[in-house]
């Protein structure tokens, strides 16, 4: 009995040990390490991954020797981008090259969640982002075996205050479906010197004004 019991414990121990380990927060690297994991869905014969930055292409990712593509005015960033920076893909189907310029059509090239990276590619076109200066509140995740879990950013205003929050996203492996959204607050909040909602301003418009001394009766001179 008492053999069974201890390995009934050992059992549990080591349950709990995997438990704890599939659900360890993981930070995605980068932006550009996710887009080349991605697991596209159409059957291209081919496909490659480019970052341009000031109008200069790099190929980040690709899966043949092909150069014979077009450089692109526009593209898609799944993080906070720099001005004139985003990536675009361009793939080989059937003979014919085709682009991925824009966030939706990034979704329907990547299809079906196959693994965590298409998880976050899929929220991206609802505003969800890698936000790569605060992966620990706004850029990791982890799994276990029915959801993939993902704290990822999402920029809320960009007037007064300029604001960023960051939401615990659950997506189910099965249907690829985002079945809850935890709105985790914000992280980023940003007053300039022209925003009149700034609680600074406010604060020092709310102190009282210093009062008037009481005037001193007049004196009554007396004519001799």
């Known amino acids: ?7 009934f414990s050992v059992f549990l121990f080591i349950f709990w040990g995997v438990s704890l380990y599939s659900q360890e927060k993981k930070q995605f690297y980068d932006v550009a390490n996710v887009l080349q994991n991605i697991i596209p869905e159409s059957k ?3 496909w490659s991954l480019i970052h341009q930055v000031s109008g200069k292409d790099t ?3 690709s899966s043949s020797a092909d150069k014979n593509y077009l450089s692109q005015s526009s593209g898609f960033n799944i993080g906070i981008a720099e001005e004139n920076e985003f990536y675009y893909i361009v793939y080989s189907l059937g003979g014919k090259t085709a682009y991925v310029t824009n966030l939706e059509e990034l979704k329907k090239f990547t299809g079906r969640i196959d693994n965590i990276q298409d998880a976050a ?6 505003g969800y982002i890698i936000d790569e200066n605060f992966r620990d509140v706004a850029g990791n995740y982890y799994e276990d075996s029915s959801n993939y879990y993902l704290d990822l950013g999402k920029l809320t205003s960009k ?27 914000s992280y980023i909040e940003l007053y ?17 004004e210093p009062k008037d001394e009481p005037k001193k ?4 001179t007396k004519r001799r």
């Open 192 to 208: 300039n010197k022209k925003c009149t909602n700034n609680p600074r301003l406010l604060k020092i418009e709310k102190k009282e």
């Open 121 to 126: 590619v899929s929220v991206a076109a609802e």
């Open 1 to 7: 009995m008492i053999r069974y019991s201890y390995q």
């Open 217 to 220: 009766p007049a004196r009554s």
């Open 44 to 46: 291209a014969d081919s």
């Open 59 to 61: 190929v980040i990712k």
């Open 159 to 185: 007037e007064c205050p300029y604001q960023k929050k960051y939401f615990t996203l659950t997506i189910s492996k099965s249907t690829g479906n985002i079945s809850n959204v935890k709105d985790n607050g």
